[in-house]
């Protein structure tokens, strides 16, 4: 059985490195072991509101419609007991924007957690927004509510009400995408899900910018300008690592093995 912690943090403002949470979500979620046939999948859940003892700014607000009033007394992330004590039976971590959002905030928030430095040295995380960027490459984007109605997460009949931006809602979505790249790919356990988000396949495709949609091999013939545009660019390896990797192998194919070992070492390290 492995354990997957969902988490989502809400925040008093959009800067990740000064951005204090006013809401936290979390679902701890038992995935039994393929050959435990007919073993149900069970999970435990937790929200709260959290005081960032700092103001709210506008467009935090206008975002997660969250307001001051609301938070103040709200307990702080390491006042709750049940999350901190959640943490502890967590096999991996996922979040959407994970690696350069919310695990940022929870180990700023959470600096003495010996289960935060545990999963995260073992880079035993998943985030979401990756692992859709490679399932599905040919969406225009991979925001987290764009692919709910994409990939129908949410019953058709309930999303004109669901409540998009709170942390608890961005957990469930979570969620049903992972279970649902599980089940688009055969992939019969969390393990496989996550070498599966990890594994360093070359990508040949380019996925985004105004050359989306061709391929790598076209692109290295028609428009080598392009690809070395995108070498230079200090944000590429590290947001598209599999894309990265397919540009080094069709414009330096001499460099791919130290290609690889880059892209295996930016899939375990946080933004």
């Known amino acids: 059985m492995r354990n997957v912690m969902y988490v989502d943090f809400e925040t008093d403002i959009i800067d990740r490195d000064h951005a204090r949470p006013v809401q936290v979500a979390a679902a701890l979620v038992a995935y039994p072991d393929p050959e ?3 073993a149900d999948v069970s999970s435990v859940e937790f929200e709260s509101l959290l005081d960032p ?4 700014s506008p467009e935090a607000m206008a975002t997660h419609r969250i307001e001051q009033w609301e938070v103040k007394g709200k307990p702080r992330l390491s006042e709750c007991q049940m999350f901190v004590d959640l943490l502890g039976y967590a096999d ?12 940022h905030i929870l180990r700023r928030e ?4 010996e289960d935060i430095r545990r999963l995260m040295s073992a880079g035993a995380w998943i985030d979401t927004l ?3 960027r490679k399932a599905y490459p040919d969406f225009p984007e991979h925001k987290l509510a764009g692919l709910a109605y994409r990939l129908e997460l949410i019953d058709p009949k309930d999303r004109k009400s669901f409540p998009f931006h709170s942390a608890g809602s961005d957990v469930v979505v979570c969620r049903a995408l992972v279970e649902r790249v599980m089940a688009d790919f055969g992939l019969n356990s969390i393990d496989a899900l996550y070498d599966y988000e990890k594994e360093t396949v070359p ?5 985004f910018g105004k050359e989306k949609g061709r391929t790598l091999e076209d692109l290295r013939k028609n428009n080598p300008g392009f690809l070395k545009w995108c070498l230079e660019q200090s944000w590429f390896a590290d947001e598209w690592p599999d894309v990265f990797l397919g540009v080094v ?6 460099r791919f093995d130290e290609a690889r070992e880059r892209v295996a070492c930016v899939k375990k390290s946080l933004l």
Not at 53 to 56: H, L, Q, V
Request: negative net charge; aromatic residues 8%.
């Open 203 to 207: 990508a040949t495709v380019m996925p």
């Open 36 to 38: 435990e046939e007919n």
């Open 130 to 132: 990756t692992l859709s």
């Open 249 to 254: 192998q069709e414009t330096m194919p001499e």
């Open 53 to 56: 003892e700092s103001p709210i």
């Open 92 to 103: 991996y971590l996922c979040a959407h924007h994970g690696r350069e959002f919310d695990f």
């Open 110 to 113: 959470l600096p003495d957690s």
